[in-house]
């Protein structure tokens, strides 16, 4: 197999790839158009499962199993940080020293950290009715945590954030996310089915199975950020080569 | 319809999107990455998308600059300590 | 193109395009400026966006970037002390004036929304606006000036 | 950790959660039984959060 054969083969795999795709482009709906035949049945289908917020449908309930694939993604992600960037045996960890701050910064910091837990929570809560959701809101949490770390020091932070237990609690939102998908199974209709009564809609109990995805997909967001950072942080400000002081 | 709205937007991200390309140091990058996150926000609302807007803003406005400044500080690390007296 | 979006557009193409060209060119203490300049300017946008469309559910967005975009400041100036120590932004009539800005425009989506929770939700996204603006320029013109290690 | 610090931290975490959970109120559009659950256990949850927050900065 030299390199001139193994480039042949990928030359006749790329032009029939090129080919399937140009022949599709052709048949896709004109761009621009008022006819949305895939935007009409998402639409319709989300409003048979009264969920308000049509991308949660697709994302948690037409398209869960892609969501599935996305959480993992991240899950490996973060799996890959923390092993890329543990403490090798060449060196050693700092303790942080404490920071003087300004007054005014260090207030604001304090006070808008729980109003940030407070709009990450609610962001995720409502992802089926307004725009957000478990990813979007469990960035937000995760980055509220942080303000500590930007307001005081990393001691600080390091104090109310115990990595280990943030690690198992995104090992249990992701399982809690399969869990929910195999209940599905257990109730008898398909994997990731929505499978839970729809409810009213336009409330925060719409949707069936839709808000406690987004909830397990919240929780396994925030979690993972804040392991992504921890290590990110202690990279940054607590391990050091042999060489430095 | 709100043409002009959009092309001003559009406008935004195309000029904050080169001007991450041209900016050649890391940490001014990040700066400029910043606001292309923040224009691009707005151009999804604009495209009435308010759920990418939302993924936009709570990544690019906190998480991703502090991932890449803490990075360029690991890097630029040991050389500035030749610089400081320690 | 009603009132609110022609404002919208005004605002985007003359403030946040101001900041764009700010942060792309200059001296590092102008380019942080532009850029906690870049967040305030955005938020009052999407304040008028959201009254534009008629969507109170676009509020969230600007809640969010009220919220968020300081903490992007805070993180710059936080982790740029060193280099930001030899001249420290000194620009305190710019921000002034956009933060006077983000609470006209405040006022005037309050006032368009009438009394009901979500005047009080446009308040808090309003002091959130204001108050991250103020504290991030606040802490890049010396807040961490005592932290050395990050 | 005596009677008069809990006290002081359970008050404070007290006023946190009511002024989070006012907070919350005024973030949601339609107010129903479920909305006011969800709410005052977030608003719990940010409360620790700042009583956390203030205990690690002030050094224990």
């Known amino acids: 197999m030299t390199r001139r054969v193994r480039l042949l083969v990928m030359a006749v795999g790329g032009t029939g790839l090129a080919a399937l795709l140009v022949a599709a482009c052709f048949d896709l ?16 289908a989300s409003l048979a499962r009264h969920t308000a917020n049509t991308i949660a449908s697709v994302n948690f309930d037409q398209r869960a199993f892609d969501t599935l694939g996305e959480m993992s993604i991240l899950f490996a992600s973060v799996l890959g940080t923390v092993v890329l960037l543990r403490q090798t045996r060449d060196e050693h960890r700092a303790a942080p020293e404490p920071e003087q701050v300004a007054l005014p910064v260090r207030r604001y910091a304090l006070l808008v950290l729980p109003v940030a837990v407070l709009t990450g929570l609610y962001v995720i809560a409502h992802g089926q009715l307004s725009p957000g959701g478990g990813f979007q809101g469990g960035v937000v949490v995760a980055t509220a945590l942080h303000l500590l770390y930007l307001g005081a020091d990393y001691r600080a932070l390091e104090r109310i954030r115990p990595v280990g237990s943030y690690e198992v609690a ?25 499978f839970l009564p729809y409810g009213t809609f336009n409330t925060l109990s719409s949707g069936g199975t839709v808000p406690l995805l987004n ?22 400000v607590e391990i050091e080569k042999e060489g430095e002081t | 319809m709100d043409d002009p709205l959009i092309v001003v937007a559009l406008l935004l991200v195309a000029g904050s999107a080169t001007a991450a390309v041209a900016v ?51 890097v630029r690390r040991p050389k500035r300590r030749e610089e400081t007296e320690r | 193109m009603n009132g609110w979006t022609v404002a919208a557009t005004a605002a985007l193409a003359v403030g946040v395009g101001a900041t764009v060209w700010g942060v792309a060119t200059g001296p590092l203490r102008r380019r942080v400026v532009a850029q906690n300049l870049s967040t305030s300017l955005a938020c009052p946008a999407l304040l008028l966006l959201s009254e534009g469309y008629d969507r109170p559910s676009y509020v969230d967005l600007a809640l969010l970037l009220a919220l968020l975009g300081p903490v992007g400041t805070l993180v710059f100036a936080r982790l740029l002390v060193e280099d930001l120590a030899a001249d420290p932004p000194r620009t305190w009539g710019l921000t002034y004036a956009v933060a006077a800005f983000g609470a006209a425009v405040v006022i005037a989506v309050c006032v368009a929304a009438g009394p009901s929770r979500a005047l009080v939700k446009l308040l808090v996204v309003g002091a959130l606006l204001i ?8 802490a890049l013109s010396g807040g961490f000036a005592g932290s050395r290690r990050g | 950790m005596n009677r008069r610090t809990t006290l002081l931290g359970a008050a404070e975490i007290l006023a946190w959660w009511a002024a989070l ?22 608003a719990l949850v940010g409360a620790f959060a700042a009583w956390g927050t203030r205990r690690a900065v002030s050094g224990w």
């Open chain 1, 170 to 194: 995104d090992a249990l939102a992701a399982s809690a996310y399969l869990v929910l998908g195999l209940a599905g199974l257990v109730a008898g209709t398909a994997f990731l089915a929505d």
């Open chain 1, 215 to 236: 909830a397990a997909i919240g929780m396994e967001v925030a979690c993972a950020v804040v392991v992504l950072l921890a290590n990110f942080l202690d990279q940054a």
């Open chain 3, 131 to 138: 108050g991250g603006n103020l504290t991030a320029s606040r």
């Open chain 4, 21 to 42: 959970a006012l907070l919350w109120l005024v973030f949601i559009s339609a107010v129903d039984a479920l909305e006011l659950v969800v709410g005052t256990s977030a």
């Open chain 1, 29 to 44: 709906p004109r761009f621009g158009g008022d006819q949305h035949p895939y935007g009409d049945r998402v639409v319709r």
């Open chain 2, 24 to 74: 050649r140091d890391p940490a001014r990058q990040a700066l400029v990455l910043a606001v292309l996150g923040t224009v691009l926000a707005v151009l999804f609302t604009v495209l009435q998308a308010p759920d990418v807007a939302l993924s936009q803003l709570a990544v690019g406005s906190a998480l991703t600059p502090l991932l890449i400044m803490l990075s360029v500080r690991k």
